[in-house]
């Protein structure tokens, strides 16, 4: 029992200290190269799309261990369907919720931080696409640690850390504080690309 919980819970230990630095990594990044007011623009986005962070409390308190329930007393047909539902749920509050932000997006930058220039737009805007990557991958995550399967999780962390590290600094020559953003969609992209078309993970 130890060295399966073991096996299960190592890969996701080196899973979060690539995720804390991939998440720390583009701020970093962009403030070398463009300074401290790319960066608020871009800590600007991520504030107003944090509200979408319940869904996922609700995934990992809740949904996680109901999977895991389901999966251990009625076998992974009904764990699967079960998931499916979780799936519509969770993507269509999600999609409900960052549509709402898009609508009403220059009401609540100009509530929240008052006028502000054209760019912190195009940074919100990109912040709802990477959002909806974020949640597909986290939907995809936890099925995968319901399976104990995490060593895919840890594997499509560090394919997508190289990709988006190698990418990001041409796109800031390009795009500017952007490209911050840009860099965390393709590394969000690639890592569901890996959870999806894994070996490991089609073997349930």
């Not at 200290?17 to 960066?39: H, K």
């Not at 890592?191 to 894994?198: C, K, P, Q």
């Amino acid at each position: 029992m130890v060295i399966e919980q073991y096996n299960f819970s190592r890969w996701l230990v080196r899973s979060s200290i690539l995720q804390f630095f991939n998440g720390n990594a583009y701020v970093l990044i962009t403030g070398c190269f463009l300074g401290v007011a790319q960066v608020a623009y871009l800590k600007m986005a991520q504030n107003i799309v944090g509200i979408i962070n319940p869904i996922y409390v609700f995934l990992d308190n809740h949904a996680q261990l109901y999977l895991a329930k389901t999966r251990f007393k009625s076998g992974v047909e009904a764990c699967d369907k079960a998931y499916m539902k979780i799936v519509i749920f969770c993507m269509s509050s999600l999609m409900l919720l960052l549509s709402i932000i898009y609508i009403f997006r220059s009401n609540i930058i100009i509530y929240i931080y008052g006028e502000q220039p054209a760019i912190i737009y195009t940074y919100l805007d990109l912040m709802l696409v990477l959002t909806a990557f974020t949640g597909l991958n986290f939907l995809q995550r936890l099925i995968i640690k319901v399976r104990e399967k995490t060593e895919i999780i840890y594997k499509s962390y560090v394919y997508s850390s190289i990709i988006s590290l190698i990418t990001v600094y041409p796109l800031i020559t390009l795009y500017g504080g952007i490209a911050a953003v840009q860099a965390m969609i393709i590394a969000q992209a690639v890592m569901l690309l890996m959870l999806r078309t894994s070996k490991m993970y089609n073997q349930k």
